[in-house]
Protein backbone atom coordinates (compact mmCIF):
# COMPACT_ATOMS: atom_id res chain seq x y z
CA UNK A 1 0.00 0.00 0.00
CA UNK A 2 2.79 2.52 1.16
CA UNK A 3 4.79 1.53 -2.23
CA UNK A 4 1.72 2.10 -4.16
CA UNK A 5 0.82 5.69 -2.36
CA UNK A 6 4.43 6.51 -3.30
CA UNK A 7 4.67 5.54 -7.01
CA UNK A 8 1.55 6.92 -8.07
CA UNK A 9 0.47 10.11 -5.88
CA UNK A 10 4.23 10.53 -4.60
CA UNK A 11 3.38 10.51 -0.57
CA UNK A 12 5.07 8.90 1.89
CA UNK A 13 2.68 8.38 4.60
CA UNK A 14 -1.04 7.97 5.17
CA UNK A 15 -3.06 10.46 6.23
CA UNK A 16 -4.81 9.46 9.79
CA UNK A 17 -7.82 7.24 9.00
CA UNK A 18 -6.67 6.65 5.71
CA UNK A 19 -4.39 3.67 5.56
CA UNK A 20 -8.06 1.76 7.80
CA UNK A 21 -10.15 2.82 5.37
CA UNK A 22 -8.29 0.92 2.71
CA UNK A 23 -7.98 -2.01 3.94
CA UNK A 24 -11.86 -2.09 4.81
CA UNK A 25 -12.31 -1.22 1.07
CA UNK A 26 -9.74 -4.74 0.15
CA UNK A 27 -11.49 -6.50 2.44
CA UNK A 28 -14.68 -5.33 -0.04
CA UNK A 29 -16.39 -4.54 3.22
CA UNK A 30 -19.27 -1.50 2.67
CA UNK A 31 -17.71 1.69 4.07
CA UNK A 32 -18.77 5.41 4.83
CA UNK A 33 -16.22 8.40 5.10
CA UNK A 34 -16.97 11.83 6.50
CA UNK A 35 -14.06 13.89 6.26
CA UNK A 36 -14.34 17.57 5.39
CA UNK A 37 -13.00 19.17 2.66
CA UNK A 38 -8.88 18.35 1.48
CA UNK A 39 -8.80 15.78 4.20
CA UNK A 40 -8.09 13.15 1.33
CA UNK A 41 -10.75 11.25 0.48
CA UNK A 42 -10.01 10.62 -3.06
CA UNK A 43 -7.03 8.49 -2.03
CA UNK A 44 -9.34 6.09 -0.43
CA UNK A 45 -10.65 4.17 -3.17
CA UNK A 46 -8.68 5.28 -6.20
CA UNK A 47 -5.53 3.48 -4.12
CA UNK A 48 -7.75 0.39 -3.68
CA UNK A 49 -8.81 0.85 -7.44
CA UNK A 50 -5.00 0.52 -8.38
CA UNK A 51 -4.62 -2.73 -6.03
CA UNK A 52 -7.55 -4.35 -6.72
CA UNK A 53 -8.95 -6.12 -10.32
CA UNK A 54 -10.93 -4.58 -12.49
CA UNK A 55 -12.42 -1.16 -12.83
CA UNK A 56 -13.50 0.76 -10.14
CA UNK A 57 -16.80 2.88 -10.52
CA UNK A 58 -17.21 6.78 -9.31
CA UNK A 59 -20.20 8.01 -8.79
CA UNK A 60 -19.93 11.91 -8.85
CA UNK A 61 -22.48 14.45 -8.91
CA UNK A 62 -20.71 17.04 -11.33
CA UNK A 63 -19.02 16.83 -14.77
CA UNK A 64 -16.47 20.02 -13.63
CA UNK A 65 -15.65 17.97 -10.56
CA UNK A 66 -15.31 14.12 -12.71
CA UNK A 67 -13.08 16.57 -15.12
CA UNK A 68 -10.61 17.46 -12.47
CA UNK A 69 -10.01 14.26 -11.09
CA UNK A 70 -9.51 12.15 -13.78
CA UNK A 71 -7.27 14.99 -15.07
CA UNK A 72 -5.64 14.54 -11.46
CA UNK A 73 -5.52 10.72 -12.46
CA UNK A 74 -4.09 10.71 -15.87
CA UNK A 75 -1.51 13.67 -14.68
CA UNK A 76 -0.25 10.68 -12.31
CA UNK A 77 -0.38 7.76 -14.43
CA UNK A 78 -3.48 6.41 -13.71
CA UNK A 79 -5.64 5.21 -16.42
CA UNK A 80 -8.96 6.95 -15.81
CA UNK A 81 -12.08 8.40 -17.69
CA UNK A 82 -15.86 9.93 -17.27
CA UNK A 83 -18.89 9.20 -18.69
CA UNK A 84 -21.01 11.81 -19.11
CA UNK A 85 -23.40 13.70 -21.23
CA UNK A 86 -20.91 16.43 -22.17
CA UNK A 87 -18.50 13.86 -24.08
CA UNK A 88 -19.15 12.98 -27.74
CA UNK A 89 -20.90 9.42 -28.80
CA UNK A 90 -17.60 8.16 -30.16
CA UNK A 91 -15.86 9.27 -27.04
CA UNK A 92 -18.07 7.36 -25.07
CA UNK A 93 -17.95 4.12 -26.93
CA UNK A 94 -13.80 4.66 -26.76
CA UNK A 95 -14.55 4.75 -23.06
CA UNK A 96 -15.99 1.49 -23.18
CA UNK A 97 -14.22 -0.19 -25.39
CA UNK A 98 -11.05 1.00 -22.80
CA UNK A 99 -13.37 -0.25 -19.56
CA UNK A 100 -14.27 -4.03 -21.24
CA UNK A 101 -10.71 -4.67 -22.12
CA UNK A 102 -9.56 -3.92 -18.50
CA UNK A 103 -7.07 -0.60 -19.01
CA UNK A 104 -9.09 1.73 -17.30
CA UNK A 105 -8.84 1.63 -13.30
CA UNK A 106 -11.60 4.29 -12.86
CA UNK A 107 -14.33 5.02 -14.48
CA UNK A 108 -16.23 8.31 -13.16
CA UNK A 109 -20.10 8.42 -14.05
CA UNK A 110 -22.72 10.67 -13.41
CA UNK A 111 -25.92 8.80 -11.31
CA UNK A 112 -28.49 9.78 -14.65
CA UNK A 113 -25.44 8.00 -16.91
CA UNK A 114 -25.12 5.00 -14.45
CA UNK A 115 -28.90 4.03 -14.85
CA UNK A 116 -28.39 4.11 -18.17
CA UNK A 117 -25.22 2.02 -18.11
CA UNK A 118 -26.21 -0.25 -15.98
CA UNK A 119 -26.27 -3.53 -18.50
CA UNK A 120 -23.28 -2.74 -19.75
CA UNK A 121 -21.78 -2.84 -16.22
CA UNK A 122 -23.33 -5.69 -15.47
CA UNK A 123 -22.53 -7.55 -18.49
CA UNK A 124 -19.41 -6.59 -19.81
CA UNK A 125 -17.00 -5.20 -17.43
CA UNK A 126 -15.30 -6.55 -13.94
CA UNK A 127 -15.74 -3.82 -11.21
CA UNK A 128 -13.40 -4.00 -8.66
CA UNK A 129 -15.82 -1.19 -6.56
CA UNK A 130 -18.14 1.41 -6.24
CA UNK A 131 -17.18 4.77 -4.86
CA UNK A 132 -19.83 7.26 -4.01
CA UNK A 133 -18.66 10.73 -3.94
CA UNK A 134 -20.46 13.36 -1.99
CA UNK A 135 -22.74 11.19 -0.83
CA UNK A 136 -24.74 14.01 1.04
CA UNK A 137 -26.67 14.24 -2.36
CA UNK A 138 -28.99 11.23 -1.59
CA UNK A 139 -30.55 12.61 1.19
CA UNK A 140 -33.09 15.27 1.57
CA UNK A 141 -31.67 16.15 4.41
CA UNK A 142 -28.48 17.31 3.15
CA UNK A 143 -28.12 20.78 1.94
CA UNK A 144 -27.72 18.97 -2.00
CA UNK A 145 -30.47 17.21 -2.33
CA UNK A 146 -30.05 15.34 -5.69
CA UNK A 147 -33.16 13.38 -7.26
CA UNK A 148 -30.70 11.35 -9.32
CA UNK A 149 -28.69 10.18 -6.21
CA UNK A 150 -31.83 8.08 -4.99
CA UNK A 151 -31.25 5.37 -8.04
CA UNK A 152 -28.10 4.20 -6.34
CA UNK A 153 -30.35 2.18 -4.35
CA UNK A 154 -30.10 -0.19 -6.33
CA UNK A 155 -26.45 -1.11 -6.50
CA UNK A 156 -26.41 -3.08 -3.39
CA UNK A 157 -29.15 -5.36 -4.94
CA UNK A 158 -27.96 -5.58 -8.36
CA UNK A 159 -24.25 -5.84 -6.56
CA UNK A 160 -24.17 -8.07 -4.31
CA UNK A 161 -20.94 -8.76 -3.58
CA UNK A 162 -18.50 -5.93 -4.91
CA UNK A 163 -17.61 -3.31 -1.89
CA UNK A 164 -19.32 0.53 -1.52
CA UNK A 165 -17.81 3.10 -0.14
CA UNK A 166 -19.59 6.21 0.48
CA UNK A 167 -17.95 9.39 0.89
CA UNK A 168 -18.81 13.20 2.01
CA UNK A 169 -17.40 16.09 3.63
CA UNK A 170 -21.05 17.51 5.27
CA UNK A 171 -23.35 15.35 7.22
CA UNK A 172 -25.36 15.80 10.29
CA UNK A 173 -25.97 12.76 11.77
CA UNK A 174 -29.58 12.82 10.85
CA UNK A 175 -27.88 12.74 7.00
CA UNK A 176 -25.20 10.42 7.57
CA UNK A 177 -27.55 7.36 8.72
CA UNK A 178 -30.14 8.54 5.86
CA UNK A 179 -26.71 7.82 3.60
CA UNK A 180 -26.67 4.42 4.94
CA UNK A 181 -30.27 3.83 4.95
CA UNK A 182 -30.81 4.52 1.08
CA UNK A 183 -27.40 3.26 -0.10
CA UNK A 184 -28.80 0.10 1.67
CA UNK A 185 -24.81 -0.70 2.87
CA UNK A 186 -24.04 -4.16 4.73
CA UNK A 187 -23.06 -3.42 8.10
CA UNK A 188 -21.15 -0.72 6.99
CA UNK A 189 -17.66 0.85 8.55
CA UNK A 190 -17.86 4.33 9.82
CA UNK A 191 -15.30 6.62 9.46
CA UNK A 192 -15.61 10.19 10.84
CA UNK A 193 -12.37 12.12 11.03
CA UNK A 194 -11.58 15.58 12.86
CA UNK A 195 -13.03 18.46 10.98
CA UNK A 196 -10.43 20.66 11.88
CA UNK A 197 -8.68 22.42 9.40
CA UNK A 198 -5.52 24.01 11.33
CA UNK A 199 -4.19 25.78 8.36
CA UNK A 200 -7.31 27.46 8.20
CA UNK A 201 -6.72 31.28 9.56
CA UNK A 202 -9.96 32.60 10.97
CA UNK A 203 -10.77 36.12 11.50
CA UNK A 204 -14.14 38.22 12.23
CA UNK A 205 -14.04 41.99 11.31
CA UNK A 206 -17.23 43.78 13.17
CA UNK A 207 -19.66 46.52 12.36
CA UNK A 208 -17.23 48.14 9.27
CA UNK A 209 -19.37 50.52 7.22
CA UNK A 210 -19.19 49.61 3.69
CA UNK A 211 -16.46 52.55 2.99
CA UNK A 212 -14.47 50.45 5.38
CA UNK A 213 -15.40 47.04 3.83
CA UNK A 214 -13.60 48.09 1.09
CA UNK A 215 -10.58 49.69 1.97
CA UNK A 216 -10.26 46.69 4.22
CA UNK A 217 -10.32 43.78 0.86
CA UNK A 218 -8.23 45.73 -0.98
CA UNK A 219 -5.64 46.02 1.54
CA UNK A 220 -6.16 42.22 2.01
CA UNK A 221 -5.58 41.49 -1.23
CA UNK A 222 -2.60 43.58 -1.83
CA UNK A 223 -1.14 41.41 1.40
CA UNK A 224 -1.97 37.94 -0.99
CA UNK A 225 -0.11 39.11 -3.87
CA UNK A 226 -1.10 36.95 -6.87
CA UNK A 227 -2.75 34.63 -4.86
CA UNK A 228 -5.95 33.45 -5.90
CA UNK A 229 -9.22 33.93 -3.66
CA UNK A 230 -12.95 33.84 -2.91
CA UNK A 231 -15.78 36.50 -1.07
CA UNK A 232 -18.69 35.47 -0.82
CA UNK A 233 -21.72 38.68 -1.62
CA UNK A 234 -25.12 37.96 -0.28
CA UNK A 235 -26.91 39.08 -3.13
CA UNK A 236 -25.49 39.26 -6.80
CA UNK A 237 -26.09 43.36 -6.91
CA UNK A 238 -23.09 43.22 -4.26
CA UNK A 239 -21.08 40.31 -5.99
CA UNK A 240 -21.13 42.55 -9.21
CA UNK A 241 -20.11 45.67 -7.43
CA UNK A 242 -17.43 44.18 -5.71
CA UNK A 243 -16.10 43.26 -8.93
CA UNK A 244 -16.26 46.16 -10.15
CA UNK A 245 -14.47 47.88 -7.03
CA UNK A 246 -11.61 45.16 -7.54
CA UNK A 247 -11.32 45.53 -11.49
CA UNK A 248 -10.77 49.32 -10.76
CA UNK A 249 -7.79 48.78 -8.77
CA UNK A 250 -6.70 46.53 -11.60
CA UNK A 251 -7.29 42.80 -10.11
CA UNK A 252 -8.04 40.39 -12.22
CA UNK A 253 -11.59 39.66 -11.19
CA UNK A 254 -14.70 37.27 -12.26
CA UNK A 255 -18.05 37.67 -11.18
CA UNK A 256 -20.60 34.01 -10.45
CA UNK A 257 -23.97 34.05 -9.53
CA UNK A 258 -27.15 32.22 -10.50
CA UNK A 259 -28.16 35.67 -12.40
CA UNK A 260 -25.47 34.67 -15.19
CA UNK A 261 -26.00 32.30 -18.34
CA UNK A 262 -24.51 29.25 -18.44
CA UNK A 263 -21.62 29.78 -20.64
CA UNK A 264 -21.03 33.16 -18.32
CA UNK A 265 -20.55 31.14 -15.35
CA UNK A 266 -18.61 28.16 -17.06
CA UNK A 267 -16.21 30.76 -18.01
CA UNK A 268 -15.60 32.44 -14.87
CA UNK A 269 -15.09 29.20 -13.24
CA UNK A 270 -12.82 28.19 -15.87
CA UNK A 271 -11.18 31.50 -15.94
CA UNK A 272 -10.47 30.71 -11.95
CA UNK A 273 -9.29 27.00 -12.37
CA UNK A 274 -6.92 28.16 -14.95
CA UNK A 275 -5.11 31.21 -12.95
CA UNK A 276 -6.60 33.73 -15.57
CA UNK A 277 -8.28 35.87 -12.55
CA UNK A 278 -7.25 35.94 -9.42
CA UNK A 279 -10.98 36.37 -7.92
CA UNK A 280 -14.22 35.64 -7.65
CA UNK A 281 -16.57 37.66 -6.45
CA UNK A 282 -19.48 35.30 -5.84
CA UNK A 283 -22.60 34.17 -4.48
CA UNK A 284 -23.11 30.97 -2.50
CA UNK A 285 -23.93 29.38 -5.61
CA UNK A 286 -20.17 29.11 -6.30
CA UNK A 287 -17.62 25.87 -5.51
CA UNK A 288 -19.46 23.16 -5.26
CA UNK A 289 -17.88 22.27 -7.87
CA UNK A 290 -14.57 23.60 -7.37
CA UNK A 291 -11.23 21.48 -6.70
CA UNK A 292 -9.04 24.13 -7.30
CA UNK A 293 -6.28 23.15 -4.54
CA UNK A 294 -4.70 26.54 -4.37
CA UNK A 295 -7.17 29.02 -3.39
CA UNK A 296 -5.06 31.05 -1.04
CA UNK A 297 -8.02 32.79 0.90
CA UNK A 298 -11.73 33.43 1.27
CA UNK A 299 -13.49 36.52 2.00
CA UNK A 300 -16.97 36.42 3.47
CA UNK A 301 -18.43 39.84 2.57
CA UNK A 302 -21.40 39.52 4.33
CA UNK A 303 -22.65 36.92 7.58
CA UNK A 304 -23.34 33.76 6.03
CA UNK A 305 -27.03 32.31 7.07
CA UNK A 306 -25.58 28.89 8.72
CA UNK A 307 -22.04 27.19 9.88
CA UNK A 308 -22.41 24.75 7.46
CA UNK A 309 -22.92 27.17 4.69
CA UNK A 310 -20.09 29.05 6.37
CA UNK A 311 -17.71 26.08 7.12
CA UNK A 312 -18.39 24.56 3.69
CA UNK A 313 -17.19 27.91 1.84
CA UNK A 314 -14.19 28.96 3.91
CA UNK A 315 -13.60 24.97 3.25
CA UNK A 316 -12.48 25.79 -0.49
CA UNK A 317 -9.68 27.53 0.76
CA UNK A 318 -6.15 25.13 1.46
CA UNK A 319 -6.91 22.09 -0.11
CA UNK A 320 -3.74 21.69 -0.45
CA UNK A 321 -2.87 21.85 3.64
CA UNK A 322 -0.98 24.84 3.07
CA UNK A 323 -1.71 27.64 5.10
CA UNK A 324 -4.47 30.13 3.60
CA UNK A 325 -6.14 32.76 5.38
CA UNK A 326 -10.51 33.90 6.38
CA UNK A 327 -12.21 36.98 7.02
CA UNK A 328 -15.44 37.23 7.77
CA UNK A 329 -17.22 40.47 7.84
CA UNK A 330 -20.22 40.83 9.91
CA UNK A 331 -22.75 44.12 10.65
CA UNK A 332 -25.90 44.82 12.10
CA UNK A 333 -27.34 45.38 8.06
CA UNK A 334 -26.79 41.65 7.97
CA UNK A 335 -28.17 40.20 10.98
CA UNK A 336 -31.95 42.33 10.27
CA UNK A 337 -31.74 41.12 6.60
CA UNK A 338 -30.87 37.42 7.21
CA UNK A 339 -33.11 37.69 10.31
CA UNK A 340 -36.40 38.70 8.03
CA UNK A 341 -35.32 36.08 5.43
CA UNK A 342 -35.06 33.67 8.19
CA UNK A 343 -38.65 34.37 9.49
CA UNK A 344 -40.32 34.08 5.77
CA UNK A 345 -38.43 31.31 5.17
CA UNK A 346 -41.21 29.08 5.97
CA UNK A 347 -39.11 26.89 8.22
CA UNK A 348 -38.62 30.05 11.01
CA UNK A 349 -37.59 28.28 13.91
CA UNK A 350 -34.88 26.03 12.40
CA UNK A 351 -33.55 28.75 10.35
CA UNK A 352 -33.35 31.00 13.05
CA UNK A 353 -31.61 29.46 15.31
CA UNK A 354 -28.79 28.37 12.45
CA UNK A 355 -28.58 32.23 11.86
CA UNK A 356 -28.35 32.46 15.88
CA UNK A 357 -25.38 29.91 16.11
CA UNK A 358 -23.81 31.90 13.01
CA UNK A 359 -24.23 34.88 14.74
CA UNK A 360 -22.41 33.74 18.04
CA UNK A 361 -19.45 32.52 16.19
CA UNK A 362 -18.73 35.85 14.86
CA UNK A 363 -19.68 37.55 18.32
CA UNK A 364 -17.68 35.17 20.20
CA UNK A 365 -14.63 36.27 22.50
CA UNK A 366 -13.38 32.60 22.69
CA UNK A 367 -11.48 30.42 20.46
CA UNK A 368 -13.46 31.11 17.38
CA UNK A 369 -12.40 27.17 16.25
CA UNK A 370 -13.23 25.62 19.32
CA UNK A 371 -16.76 27.03 18.38
CA UNK A 372 -16.86 25.59 14.80
CA UNK A 373 -15.80 22.50 15.76
CA UNK A 374 -18.08 22.27 18.75
CA UNK A 375 -21.13 22.71 16.49
CA UNK A 376 -20.34 19.61 14.71
CA UNK A 377 -19.68 17.16 17.75
CA UNK A 378 -15.96 17.96 18.35
CA UNK A 379 -15.06 19.04 21.00
CA UNK A 380 -11.47 20.96 21.68
CA UNK A 381 -9.69 21.39 25.13
CA UNK A 382 -7.17 23.45 23.91
CA UNK A 383 -7.25 27.21 21.47
CA UNK A 384 -6.13 26.69 18.31
CA UNK A 385 -3.68 30.06 18.07
CA UNK A 386 -4.78 30.75 14.89
CA UNK A 387 -7.95 32.74 15.06
CA UNK A 388 -8.35 36.87 15.37
CA UNK A 389 -9.29 35.51 19.50
CA UNK A 390 -6.56 33.57 20.10
CA UNK A 391 -3.72 35.90 18.72
CA UNK A 392 -5.41 39.29 20.22
CA UNK A 393 -7.66 38.50 22.80
CA UNK A 394 -10.18 40.85 23.27
CA UNK A 395 -10.03 43.89 26.19
CA UNK A 396 -12.94 44.75 28.02
CA UNK A 397 -13.67 48.51 29.89
CA UNK A 398 -17.16 49.58 32.01
CA UNK A 399 -19.30 50.54 28.83
CA UNK A 400 -21.90 51.48 31.24
CA UNK A 401 -22.36 54.99 30.32
CA UNK A 402 -22.03 54.46 26.36
CA UNK A 403 -24.94 51.35 27.06
CA UNK A 404 -27.27 54.02 28.99
CA UNK A 405 -26.71 56.61 26.38
CA UNK A 406 -27.72 54.53 23.35
CA UNK A 407 -30.46 53.06 25.40
CA UNK A 408 -31.68 56.21 26.58
CA UNK A 409 -32.36 57.47 23.18
CA UNK A 410 -34.32 54.17 22.14
CA UNK A 411 -36.67 55.15 25.12
CA UNK A 412 -36.68 59.22 24.74
CA UNK A 413 -37.76 58.04 20.32
CA UNK A 414 -40.56 55.78 21.91
CA UNK A 415 -38.39 52.55 20.56
CA UNK A 416 -40.07 53.92 17.74
CA UNK A 417 -36.37 53.99 16.27
CA UNK A 418 -33.54 51.44 13.67
CA UNK A 419 -29.69 51.56 14.55
CA UNK A 420 -28.97 54.12 11.57
CA UNK A 421 -31.59 56.53 13.04
CA UNK A 422 -29.96 55.98 16.44
CA UNK A 423 -26.42 56.82 15.64
CA UNK A 424 -27.58 60.23 13.67
CA UNK A 425 -29.77 60.85 17.33
CA UNK A 426 -26.12 59.62 19.19
CA UNK A 427 -23.65 61.53 17.29
CA UNK A 428 -26.14 64.96 17.05
CA UNK A 429 -26.43 64.63 12.85
CA UNK A 430 -29.04 67.19 11.78
CA UNK A 431 -30.65 64.81 8.64
CA UNK A 432 -33.88 65.40 6.93
CA UNK A 433 -35.60 62.39 9.13
CA UNK A 434 -34.13 63.86 12.30
CA UNK A 435 -35.22 67.47 11.86
CA UNK A 436 -39.12 66.23 10.45
CA UNK A 437 -39.28 63.66 13.43
CA UNK A 438 -37.81 66.70 15.87
CA UNK A 439 -35.70 63.91 17.12
CA UNK A 440 -33.01 66.88 17.57
CA UNK A 441 -35.29 67.90 20.28
CA UNK A 442 -34.12 64.76 22.40
CA UNK A 443 -32.02 65.38 25.64
CA UNK A 444 -29.96 62.51 24.32
CA UNK A 445 -29.09 64.26 20.58
CA UNK A 446 -25.80 64.31 20.58
CA UNK A 447 -25.08 62.82 23.45
CA UNK A 448 -22.50 60.13 21.76
CA UNK A 449 -20.81 62.88 19.59
CA UNK A 450 -17.39 61.83 21.22
CA UNK A 451 -17.66 58.25 19.51
CA UNK A 452 -17.31 57.92 15.59
CA UNK A 453 -20.27 56.44 14.05
CA UNK A 454 -18.31 53.20 12.81
CA UNK A 455 -17.45 52.50 16.83
CA UNK A 456 -21.41 53.21 17.51
CA UNK A 457 -22.26 50.71 14.67
CA UNK A 458 -19.47 48.08 16.86
CA UNK A 459 -21.11 49.37 20.17
CA UNK A 460 -24.81 48.72 19.16
CA UNK A 461 -23.41 45.43 18.04
CA UNK A 462 -22.17 44.27 21.37
CA UNK A 463 -25.02 45.42 23.16
CA UNK A 464 -27.35 43.21 20.80
CA UNK A 465 -25.53 40.63 21.89
CA UNK A 466 -25.25 41.51 25.15
CA UNK A 467 -29.34 41.46 25.33
CA UNK A 468 -29.70 45.02 26.27
CA UNK A 469 -31.99 45.26 23.17
CA UNK A 470 -34.03 43.60 20.92
CA UNK A 471 -34.79 44.04 17.10
CA UNK A 472 -38.51 43.71 16.08
CA UNK A 473 -38.01 42.50 12.50
CA UNK A 474 -42.09 42.76 12.47
CA UNK A 475 -41.95 46.58 13.43
CA UNK A 476 -39.51 48.40 10.68
CA UNK A 477 -36.54 46.83 12.90
CA UNK A 478 -37.11 49.16 15.63
CA UNK A 479 -35.25 48.75 18.80
CA UNK A 480 -37.17 47.45 21.99
CA UNK A 481 -35.35 47.06 25.48
CA UNK A 482 -34.89 44.24 27.06
CA UNK A 483 -34.95 43.78 30.57
CA UNK A 484 -31.58 43.42 31.57
CA UNK A 485 -31.14 46.58 29.00
CA UNK A 486 -33.42 48.37 31.93
CA UNK A 487 -31.11 47.19 34.75
CA UNK A 488 -27.93 48.61 32.78
CA UNK A 489 -30.07 51.69 32.07
CA UNK A 490 -31.52 52.47 35.58
CA UNK A 491 -27.93 52.06 37.08
CA UNK A 492 -28.57 48.78 39.00
CA UNK A 493 -26.10 46.74 36.80
CA UNK A 494 -22.93 47.99 34.98
CA UNK A 495 -22.06 46.81 31.36
CA UNK A 496 -18.87 45.37 30.37
CA UNK A 497 -17.94 45.94 26.72
CA UNK A 498 -14.94 44.92 24.35
CA UNK A 499 -12.43 47.67 23.55
CA UNK A 500 -12.53 48.42 19.49
CA UNK A 501 -8.87 48.04 17.82
CA UNK A 502 -9.02 49.74 14.67
CA UNK A 503 -5.55 50.10 13.99
CA UNK A 504 -4.43 46.07 14.09
CA UNK A 505 -6.02 46.23 10.64
CA UNK A 506 -3.63 48.32 8.52
CA UNK A 507 -0.50 47.25 10.08
CA UNK A 508 -1.78 43.49 11.47
CA UNK A 509 -1.93 41.07 8.91
CA UNK A 510 2.33 40.96 8.23
CA UNK A 511 2.88 39.59 11.54
CA UNK A 512 -0.11 37.68 11.92
CA UNK A 513 0.78 35.78 8.56
CA UNK A 514 3.98 35.27 9.94
CA UNK A 515 3.24 34.13 13.54
CA UNK A 516 0.72 31.30 11.96
CA UNK A 517 3.18 29.89 9.17
CA UNK A 518 5.75 30.08 12.17
CA UNK A 519 3.04 28.00 14.42
CA UNK A 520 1.32 25.93 12.00
CA UNK A 521 2.06 22.26 12.38
CA UNK A 522 1.83 22.30 8.47
CA UNK A 523 4.80 24.29 7.48
CA UNK A 524 6.64 22.84 4.53
CA UNK A 525 10.27 23.60 4.84
CA UNK A 526 12.43 24.21 8.08
CA UNK A 527 14.36 27.11 8.76
CA UNK A 528 17.75 26.38 6.97
CA UNK A 529 15.57 25.35 4.01
CA UNK A 530 14.53 28.70 3.30
CA UNK A 531 12.67 29.08 0.41
CA UNK A 532 13.81 31.17 -2.66
CA UNK A 533 10.87 33.06 -3.67
CA UNK A 534 12.52 33.88 -7.23
CA UNK A 535 12.90 30.71 -7.47
CA UNK A 536 9.27 29.64 -6.92
CA UNK A 537 8.20 32.27 -9.37
CA UNK A 538 10.26 30.71 -12.02
CA UNK A 539 8.97 27.72 -11.44
CA UNK A 540 5.35 28.98 -11.27
CA UNK A 541 5.72 30.96 -14.51
CA UNK A 542 7.49 27.55 -16.49
CA UNK A 543 4.27 25.34 -14.58
CA UNK A 544 1.70 27.97 -16.10
CA UNK A 545 3.11 27.52 -19.46
CA UNK A 546 3.28 23.63 -19.40
CA UNK A 547 -0.57 23.51 -17.95
CA UNK A 548 -1.53 25.71 -21.27
CA UNK A 549 -0.03 23.52 -23.37
CA UNK A 550 -1.58 20.18 -22.07
CA UNK A 551 -4.93 22.77 -21.60
CA UNK A 552 -4.96 21.77 -17.67
CA UNK A 553 -5.27 23.87 -14.55
CA UNK A 554 -1.68 24.41 -13.43
CA UNK A 555 -2.45 22.81 -10.12
CA UNK A 556 -3.00 19.43 -11.72
CA UNK A 557 0.47 19.85 -13.21
CA UNK A 558 2.24 20.45 -9.90
CA UNK A 559 0.60 21.49 -6.67
CA UNK A 560 1.72 25.04 -4.96
CA UNK A 561 2.71 22.73 -2.00
CA UNK A 562 5.21 20.62 -4.34
CA UNK A 563 6.11 24.19 -6.04
CA UNK A 564 7.17 25.11 -2.07
CA UNK A 565 8.97 22.33 -1.82
CA UNK A 566 10.90 22.56 -4.98
CA UNK A 567 11.71 26.21 -4.00
CA UNK A 568 13.29 25.38 -0.74
CA UNK A 569 14.59 22.16 -0.85
CA UNK A 570 16.15 22.68 -4.66
CA UNK A 571 16.80 19.38 -6.07
CA UNK A 572 19.20 19.60 -8.51
CA UNK A 573 18.90 15.38 -9.69
CA UNK A 574 15.96 13.69 -11.04
CA UNK A 575 16.15 11.27 -8.19
CA UNK A 576 16.20 14.19 -5.52
CA UNK A 577 13.29 15.81 -7.73
CA UNK A 578 11.45 12.20 -7.12
CA UNK A 579 11.85 12.04 -3.51
CA UNK A 580 9.73 15.45 -3.32
CA UNK A 581 6.03 14.72 -1.73
CA UNK A 582 3.53 14.66 -4.27
CA UNK A 583 5.71 13.59 -6.98
CA UNK A 584 5.11 9.95 -7.99
CA UNK A 585 7.00 8.04 -10.57
CA UNK A 586 5.20 9.36 -13.60
CA UNK A 587 5.55 13.09 -12.29
CA UNK A 588 9.29 12.71 -12.17
CA UNK A 589 9.57 11.07 -15.13
CA UNK A 590 7.49 13.39 -17.14
CA UNK A 591 9.07 16.95 -15.08
CA UNK A 592 12.16 15.96 -13.62
CA UNK A 593 14.32 16.41 -16.25
CA UNK A 594 13.29 20.13 -17.27
CA UNK A 595 12.80 21.36 -13.51
CA UNK A 596 16.24 19.85 -12.53
CA UNK A 597 17.35 22.12 -15.49
CA UNK A 598 15.83 25.52 -14.69
CA UNK A 599 16.81 24.95 -10.68
CA UNK A 600 20.51 24.51 -11.91
CA UNK A 601 20.27 27.74 -13.86
CA UNK A 602 18.74 29.43 -11.37
CA UNK A 603 21.29 28.24 -8.46
CA UNK A 604 24.12 29.20 -11.13
P1 LIG B 1 -11.03 15.67 -0.41
O1 LIG B 1 -11.57 14.89 -1.57
O2 LIG B 1 -11.22 14.99 0.90
O3 LIG B 1 -11.48 17.09 -0.38
P2 LIG B 1 -8.54 15.26 -1.71
O4 LIG B 1 -8.65 13.80 -1.89
O5 LIG B 1 -8.73 16.13 -2.90
O6 LIG B 1 -9.46 15.75 -0.54
O7 LIG B 1 -7.12 15.57 -1.05
C1 LIG B 1 -6.73 16.87 -0.71
C2 LIG B 1 -5.25 17.06 -0.94
O8 LIG B 1 -4.50 16.27 -0.03
C3 LIG B 1 -4.82 16.60 -2.33
O9 LIG B 1 -3.91 17.55 -2.84
C4 LIG B 1 -4.17 15.26 -2.07
O10 LIG B 1 -3.22 14.95 -3.05
C5 LIG B 1 -3.54 15.47 -0.70
N1 LIG B 1 -3.33 14.22 0.02
C6 LIG B 1 -4.19 13.19 0.14
N2 LIG B 1 -3.64 12.18 0.86
C7 LIG B 1 -2.39 12.59 1.21
C8 LIG B 1 -1.32 12.00 1.96
N3 LIG B 1 -1.43 10.79 2.50
N4 LIG B 1 -0.19 12.71 2.10
C9 LIG B 1 -0.09 13.95 1.57
N5 LIG B 1 -1.04 14.56 0.85
C10 LIG B 1 -2.19 13.89 0.66
ZN1 LIG C 1 -8.42 30.13 18.26
Redo the contacts with the bound molecule.
Keep these: MLQT?KNY?G?D???PL?QEIIQQVLAKKDTFVL?????????CYQLPALLMEGTAIVISPLISLMKDQVETLKANGIPAGALNSSNSDTENIGIRRECIQGNIKLLYISPEKLSSEINFLLKDITISLFAIDEAHCISQWGHDFRPEYTQLHALRQNFPGIPIIA?T?TADKITREDILKQLDLKSPRIFISSFDRPNLSLTVKRGYQQAEKHRAILDFIDKHKGQCGIIYCMSRNKAESVAQLLQKHYIRTAVYHAGLSTVERNRAQEDFINDRVQVVCATIAFGMGI?K?NVRWVIHYNLPKSIENFYQEIGRAG???LPSDTLLFYSLGDIVLLSKFAHESGQQTMNLDKLHRMQQYAEADICRRRILLNYFGENREHNCGNCDVCKNPPEHFDGTILVQKALSAIVRSEEQIGTHLLVDVLRGNYTQEIVKRQFDRLKTFGAGRDVPARDWQDFLLQMLQLGYFEIAYNEDNHLKITDSGKKVLFGTEKAQLVVIKREEMASKPKGRKKKAEAASPLSISSSQEREDQRLFEILRAYRKQLADEKRVPAYIIL?D?VLHLLSSIRPTSIEAFGNI??IGTFKRDAYGKSFVQLIKKHLN
Design positions: LFYSFRQMPTGGGKSILADSRDGSKSG
